[in-house]
């Protein structure tokens, strides 16, 4: 298996043309020249530049803010978290950003928990995966 090179999608050795982006893909051999290949790989380069000492000091901000409230403001935290979390981020040279609130995650927030009392617990095991797909749609490039 190997990547695309214009989206990173993942493809099969023998793929001609990208089926998610369409770009036509190059073999190994097409890309040597002086009997090196050329490798092009993906994913990106990325990293996260966040320190310890700001990590704890948010973790604790937000277990705070959860305690205090007795759990009504774990959206607050949750997204306190992420923002933190993602502002930190970079991915080739371009940072990513956290656009979620806590006031729409606790519309869902409650729904979910309602759910979840509902089915006794069972399911609380779907939450973390919506929580996940939330997150991940609220994250963006900065630029």
Not at 24 to 52: C, H, L
Request: proline fraction near 3%; aromatic fraction near 14%.
């Amino acid at each position: 298996m190997r990547f695309c090179n214009n989206c990173g999608t993942q493809i099969s050795d023998d793929t001609m043309f990208c089926p998610s982006c369409g770009a036509r893909q190059t073999n190994a051999s097409e890309d040597s020249s002086n009997g090196q290949t050329i490798s092009k790989s993906f994913p990106k380069f990325s990293d996260w530049d966040g320190g310890v000492l700001e990590t704890v000091i948010n973790s604790i901000i937000a277990s705070i803010m959860i305690a205090i409230t007795c759990g009504i403001a774990t959206p607050w935290a949750i997204c306190y978290i992420w923002n933190f979390v993602i502002g930190h981020v970079t991915i080739d040279g371009k940072r990513l950003k956290f656009d979620g609130n806590g006031g729409e995650l606790f519309g869902q927030w409650i729904i979910w928990f309602i759910l979840t009392v509902i089915t006794c617990g069972i399911y609380g095991f779907w939450v973390t995966p919506k929580l996940y797909k939330w997150i991940a749609s609220h994250t963006h490039f900065a630029n």
